[in-house]
């Protein structure tokens, strides 16, 4: 019984609460019920010696500093579960094991890699990926699961992705689905373009089970075929115009993205529109712009899908002097209001751009 008792007390912080109370209750039992057959022996008729009582007194006494050690044992328990190990892994610290890869439950939107390291590595190398390399912002992060969601742009489309990493066997898979379906060219566009950017962790397409669809882009035509515009006789500003009118419209939001991802691919394969669409700027939408580089209380007050287009276009419009003039005049960048830590990453990197214009400028 004693036994029981000291083992009790030494395993007690692997055990639950319920069971540290079930053990000590049973040995304390069968302490107790020793003790009472010892005094009973002791006092029966013939054999209550000298040597006897002394016995029992012994045994009792052991009895008493038992249950005392058992008193102070039981005030020092902490029934909290101990906190898991943190793994740690170029900079980033998890808690968990990662998921093992289970090729049943890849769908159609899922493209598979394997790769040729940790998942936590893997994990580790995405996420530097979307958070420093990539026109992106992550949306959630669940470290324990090795998963996040991020928004990130395609030819100015912003497409809602999903990122997993698994266990499998001495490497690790990646998964990566499109949870948006916004463009699903422009999607596997961008795709294939990770596998360049992450290309050390040695990542390659996946030979697993995969419902992913290979799309040629010479079949759909090129970028630059669709921003042609032809002009003739009418000016850019009538060409814009519309646009911008689309652009801030109340509704419906699928209109406002479409016009501000024009506006932007124009700005970009267009310089001759740059004055033009500085102008239209900064009378149609000065107030707009304003409030969507100025993010109030660390949030932003247009959805991310619109203001990425819209600043790109600025600042692509920015390069050239006469419309960068236009630009940097209005108050969000003439007073560097735009330059706020809330601001995503991937907006701080276009404003920073059109600022440093108006410095140019300046000298």
Known sequence: AVLALRGTLVGHRFMSSAMFSDRCSMACTAVTSGVALRAHEAILPGIADDHVRKKAEVKEEDTQNIFGWLSQGTKSFDPRPAAPPQLTDVGVSFQGVAPVWRPDDVFPQHRVFEVQATPLA?????????????????????ESMFCFTALTFEDFVALHIEVRAFAHGVGAVVVLADLGRTDTVLYHRMLDGLSKVVEPIGMCDSKLP?????????NFGSDEDSTQVQVGVMSWHDVLAPLFSDAIKVSPKRAREHAWQMIARLSKSEPDCHVAMAKLAVTKCCDIIAAALRPCKSALTMPLAEIYPMAAALRFASRTPEAAEKIVSMDIFSQRLCLSHSLPRCLLELVAEIVSQREIEQV
């Open 210 to 218: 995969s419902l992913s669809l290979d799309f040629d882009d010479d």
């Open 122 to 142: 893997a994990f580790s190398a995405f996420r530097r990926c979307f958070e420093e390399q990539r026109p992106a912002e992550i949306l959630t992060m669940d």
